[in-house]
């Protein structure tokens, strides 16, 4: 990477502490010149799979960069802490799946190593808040320039954890599919590529609801739900004026069935 270094951070930490705070300062401390893109902060506490689904979709529009990635739920384990080279960018965390799908969408692992090198780390590691003392400072070192292997040996790639496979499946009136995220807003991210949709009809179904196909949430009638192709490519349902997760009543996890009837 050359000219400014840029950092991202996302991570379950929430607002209303100093963690962030004290994972900028690190940054700033030992790499003043880094520029830090705050990502989130807010995804829930401990959902890997919403915090893996946040960073992939959004890293292949960042600058080059490392990117810190931190849901933790098995922070002081004998987790694995790791840093990823890919085409695109490094990324920094736990070994926990929240990294592979960022690591794809930036073009592939091309390296990986365990981040075991206590010049890298703060002088005391707490045992609860790797953010700070280990991904933070590794990250600050790695935007300054560091070699990846500096921070530790080689890990093979096949080895990393990787989160289950969603669930997507055709079936004979449409297809079924795990909802993977839910916005701000109330709309219903499925784990479903897009294409699925061009087979069928204008009207349809989902979740046993009638909802139109469309483009944009303005195909619908206020308060009826449409399902579209969202920005990520993704099968997606709205409500017009509306949240589709309260019309729906789901949450990440659940298995959504879209059909023509």
């Known amino acids: 990477m050359t000219g400014t270094p840029w950092v991202s951070l996302t991570t379950d930490y929430g607002l209303a502490d100093g963690f962030v705070a004290a994972c900028h300062g690190i940054v700033a401390r030992i790499a003043p010149a880094a520029r830090v893109i705050d990502v989130t902060h807010l995804v829930p506490p401990g959902d890997v799979r919403r915090g893996a689904t946040v960073l992939a979709q959004t890293v292949p529009y960042l600058p080059a960069g490392v990117h810190v990635a931190v849901v933790d739920p098995g922070v002081g384990t004998d987790r694995r802490s790791v840093a990823l080279a890919a085409p695109g960018g490094l990324l920094v965390g736990p070994d926990n799946g929240l990294l592979l799908d960022a690591a794809d969408a930036l073009g592939g692992i091309t390296g990986a190593v365990e981040l075991t090198n206590p010049e890298w780390l703060a002088p005391r590691v707490s045992r609860t808040f790797h953010g700070r003392d280990v991904f933070a400072p590794v990250a600050a070192r790695l935007a300054l320039g560091a070699p990846l292997a500096g921070a530790g040996p080689a890990v093979d790639p096949a080895t990393l954890v990787r989160l289950p496979a969603p669930v997507v499946r055709r079936t004979g009136a449409g297809f079924a599919a795990e909802v993977l995220a839910v916005d701000h807003f109330g709309n219903v991210q499925l784990a479903a590529p897009g294409g699925l949709l061009d087979q069928l009809p204008e009207r349809i ?23 579209h192709v969202d920005s990520a490519g993704l099968v997606a349902v709205a409500v017009r004026d509306g949240r589709a997760v309260e019309l729906l009543a789901v949450r990440p996890g659940d298995v959504l069935a879209v059909t023509d009837q």
């Open 205 to 227: 179904r989902v979740g046993g609801r009638p909802a139109v196909r469309g483009r944009t949430f303005g195909d619908a009638a206020v308060g009826d739900l449409v399902v």
